[in-house]
Nanobody
Framework: QIHLVESGGALVQPGGSLRLSCTASGFAVNDYAIAWFRQAPGKEREGVSCLKSRDNKPYYIESVKGRFTISRDNQKNTVYLQIDNLKPEDTAVYYC??????????????????WGQGTQVTVSS
């Protein structure tokens, strides 16, 4: 059974950094595409980054390039999202998602059937 658990969210000051973790069970993270999404209060869920299966070339939406880094640790069966130079507009619940049938990866939410519970990131002074 596929299960995803996010962790690492926190309250941080602007300019700080966080590393979010998405720990998987029921499958190997190298075998399926995995994406990170976020949802700010009152806004729609937004995909920010993804990795294809068996391919460490990342995709980022334009607005997070240079500050977000997605990576995969196959030994720990975990996907990370490093966020640097945090801004108040990064405040959101961050989710990871996966979908075994997905070829490639996408930051569109609809194809993903498996989601974690989310982790809260709050950026405030």
């Amino acid at each position: 059974q596929i299960h995803l658990v996010e962790s690492g969210g926190a309250l941080v000051q602007p300019g700080g950094s966080l590393r979010l973790s998405c720990t998987a069970s029921g499958f190997a993270v190298n075998d399926y595409a995995i994406a990170w999404f976020r949802q700010a209060p009152g806004k729609e869920r937004e995909g920010v980054s993804c990795l294809k299966s068996r391919d460490n070339k990342p995709y980022y939406i334009e607005s997070v390039k240079g500050r977000f880094t997605i990576s995969r640790d196959n030994q720990k069966n975990t996907v990370y999202l490093q966020i640097d130079n945090l801004k108040p507009e990064d405040t959101a619940v961050y989710y990871c998602a996966t979908e075994p049938r997905l070829v490639g990866c996408t930051v569109v939410a609809e194809p993903y059937d498996y989601w974690g519970q989310g982790t809260q990131v709050t950026v405030s002074s």
